[in-house]
Nanobody
């Protein structure tokens, strides 16, 4: 069983930045892709960004392009999400997910973390 643990969320003012981390307990063929999703209060979960461990294949949602960047540390089994130029609309619980396809659909991911809260004040 693979466990994912997110960290790095918090309260930040608009325009600020955060770095979210996702640590995988192990890596298997079912965890070749890491993705971030988010869910704001009263809204459905939405795709944010994804990357394979080599960062060769990446994708991000239009609302975050140019502001959110994923990077990985293979030695630490950790994937990071650098988020910048934050706005209150970015307030959400951010979830890390692991899977084996480059998919923007949450249902295609096998493992999920518990989430980390990001709150952006005006």
């Amino acid at each position: 069983q693979v466990q994912l643990v997110e960290s790095g969320g918090g309260l930040v003012q608009a325009g600020g930045s955060l770095r979210l981390s996702c640590v995988a307990s192990t890596r298997t063929w079912r965890t070749t892709v890491l993705a971030w999703f988010r869910q704001a209060p009263g809204k459905e979960r939405e795709f944010v960004a994804l990357s394979d461990w080599s960062s060769e294949h990446t994708n991000s949602a239009n609302p975050v392009k140019g502001r959110f960047t994923m990077s990985g540390d293979n030695a630490k089994n950790t994937m990071y999400l650098e988020i910048s130029s934050l706005t209150p609309e970015d307030t959400a619980v951010y979830y890390c997910a692991a899977g084996s396809t480059l998919s923007i659909q949450g249902g295609d991911y096998h493992y999920w973390g518990q989430g980390t809260q990001v709150t952006v004040s005006p």
